[in-house]
């Protein structure tokens, strides 16, 4: 019976050193059902929530527990001109009107590794550095954020790119159900802005997660 005890111990707590994060397939915009479309400019964007099983098991990390939510954000561009979406800016717009900006990869990571301020610890993962018997697990979420964060700069004609939004919900009431992502700065090959995206979330995309 210890020996059972012991086995199930070390693989609730060793599960995550086997574990690799592989992102979600890249399926075209228009195959989402919380999407917005400009046939115009011919650019969809598309979400897809991922804050219940089984979509958020691809991640080593429990982020809706951590009080994050990941967000696939899909952008397919359809037309024969690249467009920039490397200043591009992403708010999550709850229906009770909390306005929420997508965070960075350090912030993200700081809130999964608990780590609070700047550590003196001898030990860095990525631009920041930690202590104590972490390191390992750490070095594994980095990973994960770094590979799984929305990081394409442009998106090239007849081609979709896709990638993770992380929001910080922590203490937000309803922050999925009729929440609505706006996406603003996305610009054509001549840098125009391309007009802003309102993309809802739909009952069919997500369940709701966090406080209520």
């Known amino acids: ?24 397939r890249p399926e075209n915009a228009n195959t989402f059902p919380s999407k917005d479309a400009h046939p ?25 527990q951590e009080g994050i939510l990941p967000v696939l954000l899909i952008v397919t561009n359809d037309g024969d001109q690249p467009i920039s979406v490397k200043d591009m800016h992403a708010e999550l717009v709850t229906a009770t009107r ?14 999964v590794a608990h780590i609070q301020g700047d550590s003196a610890g001898p030990t860095r993962v990525g631009p920041i ?13 980095y990973e994960e954020i770094m590979a799984a964060h929305f990081a394409a700069e442009a998106v090239e004609p007849h081609t979709t790119r896709s990638g ?3 929001f910080d919900i922590a203490d937000v009431k309803q ?11 996305v ?3 001549s840098g125009n802005d391309l007009l802003y995206f309102d993309i809802p979330v739909i009952p069919s995309n997500a369940a709701d997660a966090g406080p209520h």
Not at 50 to 63: E, H, L, S
Not at 102 to 111: G, M, P, Q, S, W
Not at 130 to 140: E, L, P, R, T
Request: proline content about 6%; overall charge positive; aromatic content about 10%.
């Open 175 to 185: 922050p999925v159900a009729g929440a609505h992502l706006y996406l603003t700065e």
């Open 1 to 24: 019976m210890p020996v059972i005890g012991l086995a199930v111990a070390l693989s609730s707590n060793t599960l995550w050193a086997f574990k690799d994060y592989v992102p979600p």
């Open 40 to 64: 115009n400019e011919k650019v969809t964007a598309a979400l897809d929530v991922y804050n219940t099983a089984p979509k958020d098991q691809i991640f080593i990390t429990p982020y809706v």
């Open 98 to 111: 909390a306005k929420l900006e997508a965070l960075d990869t350090d912030d993200v990571f700081r809130r």
């Open 187 to 189: 610009r054509d090959a």
């Open 129 to 141: 550095a930690i202590s104590g018997n972490k390191n390992k697990k750490a070095q594994k979420q």
């Open 164 to 166: 993770f939004l992380f």
